[in-house]
């Protein structure tokens, strides 16, 4: 009988204009990160075949990833997600029920779709699910992709159930629902969590990107993408906790300072809190679905780091614990000794989250 071995793929994740790819090794002591990549793309990642097959191919050709296996992530916005709400009696099969359900909201005929409900909840009766769909012709167009690149699609899986990998390697669960959100350049998820279960999950078009381009208008920075990016992370939302600042400047010495302070948190403030509304709706649809549903903590991942007191501004929102969390100081690695030099401003959470991933085979 052939031994059937375990093995780290390479995580691939093809969103926010980019290609991000990681994998780790065995060793001794667990899994170290043998390799982290990325490839800026000028598109979307679903409107330029040539240039994604292109990107792939040189992440392939690097020299530092083994082998040709890999995880994928669909882009969300190649996947139809929706609620589904039933009766199930004791005789009935959920997995019937889910699919009878999901005819009614799919935009594409039920044997065109390829399913999946990574959220599903049963309360004396009536079940609630989240379900995941994608057109088999989409599927098909990313497994040709990867083939034209060189490489062998081992499993196509969804950005949240990455991320919600990612976090259990760092963070045990308490039994607490858990919000994870995680801040992209152009796009943003939020997942909650309740241990290994996805309770609901959404994505949204919002990032540090159109932060920045708000900076670099409103204070007439012509070409200065750099300059409102530091803006961002060095002032951000601080002035929403200004009596510390001005606690901190007593002299008055810094009251240009505290002004810069002020006038970035006026410039950003409003396009924060589309991102706010964004996680109180999330909170409010579980709460609707679960009465008794009790948050632990909101973590956030990603490029959180690059938005000053973008966790504490959020905290005070919600009211919940919030926590922005560098998974690479996580998993052991300063940034600086990460195994590639891994570009300011594209996050590497949903690779590493995806890499994680063992994959059998014979």
């Not at 204009?17 to 800026?40: D, F, M, N, W």
């Not at 005070?316 to 614990?321: A, D, E, L, S, V």
């Amino acid at each position: 009988m052939r031994e059937i071995l375990k093995t780290y793929p390479i995580g691939i994740d093809m969103d926010d204009r980019c290609v991000t790819a990681a994998q780790y090794r065995k060793t001794r002591h667990g899994i170290s990160l043998r390799e982290l990549a990325c490839q800026p793309l000028t598109s979307s990642a679903s409107e330029d075949d040539g240039e994604l097959v292109a990107a792939l191919k040189s992440v392939r050709s690097s020299g530092s990833f083994k082998g040709r296996r890999v995880v994928v992530n669909i882009p969300f916005q190649d996947l139809s997600v929706f609620p589904v709400q039933f009766l199930l009696g004791e005789r009935d099969d959920p997995e019937e029920a889910i699919l009878r359900e999901a005819v009614k909201f799919l935009p594409y005929p039920l044997e065109e779709a390829i399913l999946d409900y990574p959220s599903f909840t049963n309360q004396a009766g009536t079940c609630t699910a989240t379900v995941v769909a994608v057109h088999r012709q989409v599927m098909t167009r990313w497994l040709g992709i990867m083939k034209s690149a060189g490489l062998t699609a081992e499993v196509m899986e969804f950005s949240f159930s990455s991320l919600l990998r990612l976090h259990r390697g760092l963070f045990p669960n308490d039994g607490r629902a858990e919000l994870l959100c995680h801040i992209g350049r152009t796009r943003s998820l939020l997942a909650v969590a309740n241990g290994e279960e996805l309770l609901c999950f959404s994505e949204t078009p919002w990032g540090i990107e159109p932060l920045s381009n708000k900076i670099r208008t409103q204070l007439e920075l012509p070409n200065a993408a750099a300059e409102a990016a530091t803006l961002l992370k060095d002032y951000g939302l601080a002035y929403s906790e200004r009596a510390a600042l001005t606690k901190n400047t007593p002299d008055g010495s810094s009251q240009d300072s505290l002004d810069m302070y002020r006038v970035i948190f006026q410039i950003i403030a409003p396009t924060v809190d589309e991102f706010m509304n964004e996680c109180h709706r999330t909170i409010g649809y579980l709460l609707s679905l679960q009465d008794q549903a009790v948050f632990g903590k909101i973590y956030l991942y990603g490029l959180s780091d690059r938005i000053s007191h973008l966790d504490r501004y959020l905290e005070k929102q919600t009211g919940i614990p919030t926590e922005s969390v560098d998974a690479l100081e996580n998993l052991g690695y300063a940034k600086e000794n990460s195994p590639s030099c891994f570009p300011e401003g594209i996050s590497s959470v949903l690779a590493l989250g995806l890499a994680m991933r063992e994959v059998s085979w014979p």
